[in-house]
């Protein structure tokens, strides 16, 4: 079974910097993909990015952007130019390439963006 | 938009009691889910279904079935409600092809006392 975890429980960023937020995972799987999924305090969760593991191509969107270690079987989030907007809970989830869509969660991170 | 649509926001039951919460979606995908979202655990699959009457177990399926008789609709039902089952539940959508996005809903926040 696939295994997600993320180390920390909350982080904070002054806006306008840039953050970092770990993920690990296990698995002996060859093909599979990987998300970040954002929840924003009192609203619904969505897709921040993902990566298919086989790319070597780190994925991007905007500010947002991974760094995959597919040996080390590491999946960082990395938010550029923090905003205010970007304060939620940060999951990271896992994604068999078998596996009709069903996701493996990590536990969560809390991102707090000060001003 | 995907739209994705949950019952309730939140629910007080009693210990015992039968419970369902409904999730409906309006973009015709094919995969259901619900998940329970409880702190420093995060999200773990109770439920998922890929097609209709058809449904199969996540992680957590212990006191639990689900019920899923048309596409757009998917249903949690707690048999017997008990105090450890009070969370947060969380229902998705996805089509069916890997890898998709997973649009979820508001969630429901159940209490049961």
């Known amino acids: 079974a696939q295994t997600v975890t993320q180390s920390q429980p909350e982080m904070s960023v002054q806006e306008a910097e840039t953050v970092t937020l770990s993920c690990t995972y296990d698995t002996s799987e060859n093909n599979y993909y990987l998300f970040w999924y954002k929840q924003p305090p009192s609203r619904q969760m969505i897709l921040v990015i993902r990566?298919?593991?086989?790319?070597?191509q780190n994925a991007t969107e905007n500010r947002f952007s991974v760094n995959f270690q597919k040996a080390a079987k590491s999946f960082s989030l990395k938010i550029s130019d923090s905003q205010l907007g970007d304060t939620a809970m940060y999951f990271c989830a896992f994604e068999s390439g078998t596996s009709y869509g069903k996701l493996t969660f990590g536990q969560g991170t809390i991102l707090t963006v000060h001003p | 938009d995907v739209k994705v649509t949950q019952s309730s926001r939140y629910l007080v039951k009693r210990t015992g009691e039968k419970v369902f919460l409904e999730c409906v979606q309006d973009?015709?995908?094919?995969?259901m889910f619900w998940y329970r979202q409880d702190p420093g655990l995060g999200l773990r699959l109770i439920y998922f279904?890929?097609?209709?009457?058809?449904?199969e177990k996540g992680d957590i399926p212990e006191g639990y079935s689900v019920s899923r008789e048309k596409k757009e609709r998917f249903s949690l039902i707690l048999e017997s409600a008990s105090t450890n089952q009070t969370s947060m539940y969380l229902c998705?959508?996805?089509?069916?092809?890997?890898?998709?996005?997973?649009?979820f809903g508001p969630g429901t926040r159940l209490t049961v006392l």
């Open positions: 279904s890929y097609d209709v009457k058809m449904k």
């Open positions: 990566q298919e593991a086989y790319k070597q």
């Open positions: 973009m015709d995908h094919e995969n």
């Open positions: 998705a959508s996805s089509i069916r092809t890997a890898p998709d996005t997973q649009y």
